[in-house]
């Protein structure tokens, strides 16, 4: 691969963010572009400027890693790199490219560089249609639902509520996330917080200043002013 490949470590360890470094200088396709040694830090760091991989510590003062993933819109690939195994499962819940632990051996840093260059050398993944299907996981329950059958994702927290046939599975994804995995003829982002699909509308009205949405289940969507023209030149002839 001819593209160098833009790293930030996050460790609050400065000598574990050392080590790391040292041991990527063996491979020149990875450029440490940045430190940060907490989860505010690199918030504040990838709000400024773009990374294709984050090489993440998990336990650190405040923001933990998996609290920084939430709040970020656009997750580059990860590598989590910690002193312990138990957050290994976690941490492929959150689409982890690898996991290494403490002390890291290099074969193992290896490994997971190879991954990063099958990763994001690979062709971006298509969007998801009416025909697709989904794997869903809230707690214990899970479920395998066609994407038709989405009515709607809003935002909860740190969390998107998918809302279906009655179930309102959270997921610990942005809704940033979720909408640019959806394909944009059947999904509209109504307002900064909630995603309809159009498919389920079944009633317009004029609403404030601008429309008011009722979908299939009976719930009710407001459009801003602003995604209300949006939404007119979408659904015109």
């Not at 298509?126 to 809003?154: P, S």
Request: hydrophobic share 40%; proline share 4%.
């Amino acid at each position: 691969m001819s593209k160098h490949l833009k790293a930030l470590i996050i460790d609050d360890s400065r000598l574990a963010r050392k080590e790391l470094q040292h041991l990527l200088s063996a491979h020149p396709q990875i450029m440490v572009a940045g430190e940060a040694e907490s989860g505010q830090q690199a918030l504040e760091w990838l709000q400024q400027q773009s990374a294709d991989v984050l090489f993440l510590d998990i336990q650190m003062p405040g923001m933990d890693g998996f609290e920084l993933l939430q709040q970020l819109d656009r997750v580059p690939q990860v590598v989590f790199v910690t002193a312990f195994d138990q957050y290994a499962i976690r941490a492929f819940e959150h689409n982890a490219l690898d996991y290494l632990q403490k002390p890291i051996e290099p074969s193992d840093l290896s490994r997971a560089v190879e991954r990063i260059n099958q990763q994001i050398s690979e062709a971006p993944a298509k969007r998801l249609t009416a025909g697709d299907r989904v794997f869903l996981k809230d707690g214990d329950d899970c479920w395998f639902v066609d994407v038709a059958e989405i009515e709607h994702m809003e935002v909860d927290g740190n969390y998107t509520t998918v809302c279906f046939a009655g179930h309102r599975p959270m997921l610990p994804k942005t809704l940033n996330h979720l909408a640019e995995r959806l394909d944009e003829s059947l999904f509209f982002r109504a307002n900064r917080n909630q995603l309809i699909n159009l498919k389920h509308i079944k009633n317009i009205e004029p609403w404030v200043q601008g429309i008011r949405i009722e979908l299939s289940s009976g719930a009710h969507i407001e459009l801003s002013r602003r995604q209300t023209q949006k939404f007119k030149e979408l659904m015109s002839l």
